[in-house]
């Protein structure tokens, strides 16, 4: 090939927006895949499982998101969201506290949200890898070598938004990934007689449950407790009658709710162990980048604030072309914009974990908040971001 020739290539190449490889199609995923793609850049996302499909997750999202999510066509209300306006916390021995939310929240199970943001996304020229696992990336000469279960694929950029724990986590040998984490994570939908506008969180020992309204008839109920729980009952059920129900409120729910499905989606290991941003020039978002603790309410608006973080950060740096010197500052500047806007939530999700997860701990600081309704607000302000 003669210099001339490879000279131009060269510049054709640079000045040319980058090809973007997506790996995992969660929320940050799928946010990140329509912002890119509407701004005209090739978007693959590589998924191990097909959409439709149920996650381990409360359905519970922040109000934060709504006026994004409607700026991109996204409407919730159109779905039979649940407008959650209303906090009651329980103490496993069954005091209780309440209060309005500020910004509040509304309720929509991930099986329509997520096929709702792959629809969207598809419409907009994104391709999608179904039923396809990544097996390593490689970044070599400022080029993605993507392994996944049927092909090597590579790419100018890849976003890492693999979710709470990957076997790319392992692969990267990042640090979380070697820590042992005591949670699992259970959710069901159950039809109950129930308050439409409430989200109440009910604490037993060692852990905590979630119940709010979604879609249709249908109610959201998902808790994370010790994996401890379940070896020494032996079975989900034998646990929640020994260990949940303990808890009066949670003993009257499952008791008098109908339980939709056969068996409840369940997830292992869920560690709230700091992570960063980019590992490997890999761009992570959503709970790749950091885990905030459930009971914050937060993990989803995370997801997609990151995502449209990443996404404009991206589209500023690499609209007229990559380099290596690009690289350098879209890294840098999402790593700040990335700890400005989330480390200070994280930290407080992490204390907030620790201290819920204690019997007589969360039976005394009920009690105590119950009586200061303003420090409860304050609490719940710092666990959420402003709406974007
Ligand atoms: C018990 C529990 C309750 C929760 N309740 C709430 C709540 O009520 N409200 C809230 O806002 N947040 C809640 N969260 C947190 C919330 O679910 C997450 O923060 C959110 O789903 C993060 O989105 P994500 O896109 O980062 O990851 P995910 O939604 O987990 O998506 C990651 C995707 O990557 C795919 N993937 C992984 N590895 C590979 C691979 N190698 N190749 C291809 N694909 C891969 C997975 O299949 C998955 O689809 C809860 C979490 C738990 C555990």
Known sequence: ?????????????????????IIGGGLAGLICAIQLG???????????????FHRVCGEYVSNEVLPF?????????????????KLKVTSPQGKQLENDLDLGAFGISRYRLDWECFQLARSLGVKFLLETKVLDVQFLEEQFQV?????TLTADLVIGSFGKRSN?????KRKFFYQRSPYMGVKYHIKTDFPEDLIQLDNFEGGYCGMSKIEDDLYCLCYLTENKHLKSFGTITEMEENVLQKNPHLKKIFNEAEFVWDKPETINEISFEQKSPIENHILMCGDSAGMIAPL???GMAMAIHSAKILADEIINFMSDGISKAKRVQLENRYHDLWYKEFALRLKIGRGLQNFFGN?????AAIALLAQFP???NFIIKKTHGKAF
């Open 38 to 52: 509407k701004a005209g850049f090739e978007v693959k996302v590589i998924e191990r499982k097909n959409y439709p």
């Open 147 to 151: 392994s996944t279960s049927h092909e």
């Open 359 to 363: 019997k007589l701990m969360t039976n």
């Open 168 to 172: 790319l986590d392992q692969k990267l």
């Open 1 to 21: 090939m003669d210099v001339g020739f490879q000279v131009a290539n060269h510049y054709l190449q640079m000045s040319k927006k980058p090809n973007i490889l």
């Open 374 to 376: 303003p420090v409860s």
């Open 296 to 298: 914050c309410g937060n």
């Open 69 to 85: 999510l409607q700026s991109i066509g996204l409407n919730p209300e159109n779905w039979g969201a649940a407008k959650i306006s």
